[in-house]
Nanobody, 122 residues
Framework: QVQLVESGGGLVQAGGSLRLSCKASARAFTQYFMGWSRQAPGKEREFVGAINWSGDWTYRAESVQGRFTISRDNANNMIYLQMNNLKPEDTAVYYC???????????????WGQGTQVTVSS
């Protein structure tokens, strides 16, 4: 089973940037479709985006398009979520996940990490 560990969360002012990282413990990391989701207090989990095996295709939810970028480093089993122009409504726990198949929905992901908190102050 793949283990995923997120890092890089913190407190930032509106308009600022953060870069989240996710380390995967998997020998065949390049076989996994990877993604990010988030959950704000009292709200349902929201799918943020995904990246394919080679990293040459990404998907981002409409709410983060133009502000968030997903990338991966297969040599080091890492994926990243670069978040720019952050807004208070981006405050949430962010999770990275893996899937053996291409998917752009929460249900398609098999494993999620423990999450990292992002707080954006106004």
């Amino acid at each position: 089973q793949v283990q995923l560990v997120e890092s890089g969360g913190g407190l930032v002012q509106a308009g600022g940037s953060l870069r989240l990282s996710c380390k995967a413990s998997a020998r065949a990391f390049t076989q996994y479709f990877m993604g990010w989701s988030r959950q704000a207090p009292g709200k349902e989990r929201e799918f943020v985006g995904a990246i394919n095996w080679s990293g040459d295709w990404t998907y981002r939810a409409e709410s983060v398009q133009g502000r968030f970028t997903i990338s991966r480093d297969n040599a080091n089993n890492m994926i990243y979520l670069q978040m720019n122009n952050l807004k208070p409504e981006d405050t949430a726990v962010y999770y990275c996940g893996e899937s053996p198949v291409a998917t752009t929905s929460l249900a398609g992901f098999r494993t999620w990490g423990q999450g990292t908190q992002v707080t954006v102050s106004s």
